[in-house]
């Protein structure tokens, strides 16, 4: 029984309690202004307190706030940078072939042969030496056998197999490659060949037949869709051959041809 009385009163304290708050807060006729007033001055410190507390916590939001600003700002800037810098070293990358093609097409041979520029897309994976494969194929009127040349009329290859996009370019330095060729200062005869897909060679040359280091080797226009005349390389030494019957020359290449980007294929002499 005590604790109900004990419910009920109380209850009508909290009443009594809300009621005068109300009116104080209310303060019908102004009766109520000392108690105001003195309510006021004792909420003031903790009002003060309150207030400050919440400046604080809305300067920590805003603080919050502006470093995820800055983050997404950072990150945006970063994106940007990055956009330009590959922008610029793609920019600077074709000056840079521009620059190279324009070298290139000027040391060309271009009023003895039509020419198809391509870029090297792929090389033999094994490094040997083997082939290349460029951009352009049969839809460029390039054919099996075409002769490739760089600058300065130098051959480095012929075309070997052709897809409609590209095609594979047997380097000179290929074992399977052969063309004619002879010495342009004593006319002396034979074939350059790939040796061990590292290096090119002058063979079968009579033993009559004068060969000098530094002396220029070109091809002599026998050989199948080759024009005379194309740089092989320069005789580095000179030897016999095993057996004795021909004399054989390596020859020092004028190129290096794991170091091409571009090349040239002949389609038409003129």
Do not use: C
Not at 218 to 236: A, F, M
């Amino acid at each position: 029984m005590k604790p109900r009385l004990f419910g009920i009163n109380l209850s009508k304290m909290v009443l009594i309690v809300a009621a005068f708050g109300l009116l104080v807060f209310l303060n019908p006729y102004k009766l109520f202004s000392p108690v105001r007033s003195v309510g006021l001055y004792i909420i003031y410190p903790f009002q003060k307190l309150a207030y400050a507390g919440s400046l604080k916590i809305a300067r920590a939001r805003e603080f919050l706030g502006s470093i995820g600003r800055l983050k997404q700002e950072n990150t945006r800037l970063t994106e940007e940078n990055q956009r330009i810098s590959a922008e610029n070293a793609a920019l600077a990358d074709a000056a840079r072939e521009n620059d190279f093609l324009r070298e290139q097409l000027r040391l060309l041979p271009r009023e003895q042969f039509s020419l198809e520029a391509a870029y090297i897309i792929s090389r033999d994976p094994y490094g040997a030496g083997n082939w290349i494969e460029i951009s352009k194929g049969d839809d460029y009127g390039i054919t099996t056998g075409m002769p490739v040349i760089v600058s300065e009329s130098v051959l480095v290859g012929r075309v070997g197999e052709v897809h409609s996009h590209s095609a594979q370019i047997i380097l000179i330095t290929n074992s399977e490659s052969l063309v004619n060729a002879l010495d342009a200062e004593t006319g002396a005869r034979g074939v350059v060949h790939g040796e061990y897909n590292m290096g090119i060679a002058l063979d079968l040359v009579l033993p009559s037949d004068t060969l000098n280091p530094g002396e220029r080797v070109i091809t002599s226009g026998t050989s199948e869709g080759v024009p005379r005349g194309l740089y092989l390389g320069k005789i580095d030494s000179v030897t016999m051959s095993s057996d004795g019957l021909f004399r054989r020359a390596k020859l020092e290449a004028p190129v290096r041809l794991n170091m091409l980007q571009t090349v040239f294929v002949i389609t038409q002499s003129r």
